[in-house]
């Protein structure tokens, strides 16, 4: 039983627009949601996180929406450059009572054409 | 070196060959991990180490045998694998275990079970 997924394997984007990343989640003890982007041979990274008592966490170019009665998080990335291409995991964790325990999505893989 | 470091980056083995994977951390932190990631498939949580201590140990199969000799080393013992254990498995570090901080990848090792 898969408690984290990312239902879009590919997403292709022209440099300059918005890319948006969705993940939905089914226990609704989560409480602790992130981001990791990871390039080929190299380890996932973390790129931002989002507490359950908020519903929006804002990077520069990324901003992460969290929709907890929909179970849903996205990411979007604002303009989009060609050096975000890469793999983007969302991950999620019951901090009060699993600590550091992430659970992850399939990931989904953004292209960004110049 | 700086971060959380993987050796070997690649290792092809028969089912009956015993080896390890090692794991070392830069960071001073105090938690460790272990991930499987399988092909087409999310990370998985193998192990979790705090204060050298293991604390969760998702059902793994006792041919694999984690070792946390001190806070920034991680090694993974590996015996009579199967080939479906092929995979890339990472290691990861984060300040405590109590998950509220972001967790430090290392590259991976990928691994081939003849």
């Known amino acids: 039983d898969q408690q984290v997924k990312q239902n879009s394997p590919s997403l292709s984007v022209q440099e300059g627009r918005i890319s948006i990343l969705n993940c939905d989640y089914t226990?609704?003890?989560?409480?602790?949601f992130l981001w990791y982007k990871k390039y080929p041979a190299e380890g996932p990274t973390f790129l931002i996180s989002?507490?359950?008592?908020?519903d929006k966490n804002e990077d520069g170019r990324f901003t992460v929406f969290l929709n907890k009665s929909a179970k849903h998080l996205s990411l979007h990335i604002v303009p989009s450059q060609p050096g975000d291409s890469a793999v983007y995991f969302c991950?999620?964790?019951?901090?009060?009572?699993?600590?550091?325990?992430?659970?992850f999505g399939e990931g989904t893989q953004l292209t960004v054409n110049p | 070196e700086t971060g959380v470091t993987q050796t070997p980056r690649h290792l092809v083995m028969g089912m009956t060959n015993k080896k390890s994977l090692k794991c070392e951390q830069h960071l001073g932190h105090n938690a460790m991990y272990w991930y499987k990631q399988s092909a087409k498939k999310p990370l998985e949580l193998m192990f979790v180490y705090s204060l050298e201590e293991r604390v969760e140990n998702n059902s793994v199969p006792s041919r694999f045998s984690p070792e946390c000799p001190n806070s920034s080393h991680l090694f993974l013992h590996l015996h009579t694998l199967q080939p479906e254990d092929s995979a890339l498995y990472l290691c990861?570090?984060?300040?405590?275990?109590?998950?509220?901080?972001?967790?430090?990848f290392g590259p991976g090792t990928r691994l081939t079970v003849l």
């Open positions: 226990n609704s003890m989560f409480d602790y």
């Open positions: 991950a999620a964790s019951e901090r009060e009572t699993s600590g550091s325990r992430l659970t």
């Open positions: 990861a570090s984060s300040q405590d275990g109590l998950g509220f901080d972001e967790q430090f």
């Open positions: 989002i507490s359950s008592i908020k």
